[in-house]
């Protein structure tokens, strides 16, 4: 009679560990999916302008333009696109423990690269910050992807992981950066947000 007992708590114990991870996939499929493709687009959009305006003015200050995605950022997180999120699991704390780390990271690099700049008057380190946004966000999405065992953040945003690695590699082999940087921005947030984006959101539509 224990060992039934037993049997059926084991069995309860896991369905109710699969209705955590199903909670969590689904909500972040409404709300991520929204915010994805919506911060995805706009950044897109946004290399594609700044490519148009330094390619018809030759003025390399456009890049500064890429700004933009910190504040628009900021204000899609502030933005409650959804209202039905009301119980928080573990994996929800789990993937927002993961991003704190990342944009903790990110910051802490951001910090040491303009230190680094001052000290030893390079550009090269300059330029070294463009990439990194899309190589510490396709890490906090693959991260994201394999918790809560969706394939599309998973694999996606390798590609946007390997497109920066490639802009970072590009310096360090004396290759002057030009304009087409813009749009592999562009096609780093396509891969990175807009696709996955899309997929969750379609899943959300579907369940």
């Known amino acids: 009679m224990m060992m039934e ?11 109710i560990i699969s209705r955590m991870i199903q909670s969590t996939k689904d909500k972040i499929r409404v709300v991520s999916g929204k915010k994805l493709f919506c911060f995805g687009y706009f950044s897109a959009f946004l290399g594609v302008v700044i490519y148009a305006l330094s390619a018809l003015t030759s003025n390399y200050p456009w890049f ?18 959804n209202k039905r999120i009301e119980v928080y699991t573990y994996t929800d704390r789990l993937v927002g423990k993961v991003w ?11 910090g040491m690269m303009m ?4 000290i030893f008057d390079s550009s090269l380190i300059g330029l070294l910050m463009i990439p990194f946004p899309i190589l510490f966000a396709s890490i906090g999405l693959t991260v994201s992807g394999i918790i809560i065992r969706e394939r599309s953040l998973q694999y996606f ?18 290759v002057e950066p030009t304009i087409t940087w813009h749009l592999l921005m562009s096609l780093s947030f396509v891969f990175m947000m807009i696709f996955p984006g899309h997929i969750l959101y379609h899943k959300a539509k579907k369940r």
Request: with cysteine.
């Open 115 to 118: 230190v680094f700049q001052r």
């Open 100 to 110: 704190k780390v990342i944009i903790c990271l990110f910051l802490l690099t951001c």
């Open 5 to 15: 007992e037993k049997e059926i708590n084991e069995k309860e114990s896991l369905e």
């Open 64 to 81: 500064f333009g890429w700004l933009l995605i910190y504040f628009v950022g900021l204000l899609l997180l502030l933005l409650p696109f």
């Open 157 to 174: 945003p390798m590609i946007s992981f390997c497109i920066a690695f490639y802009m970072i590699l590009e310096l360090f082999v004396n």
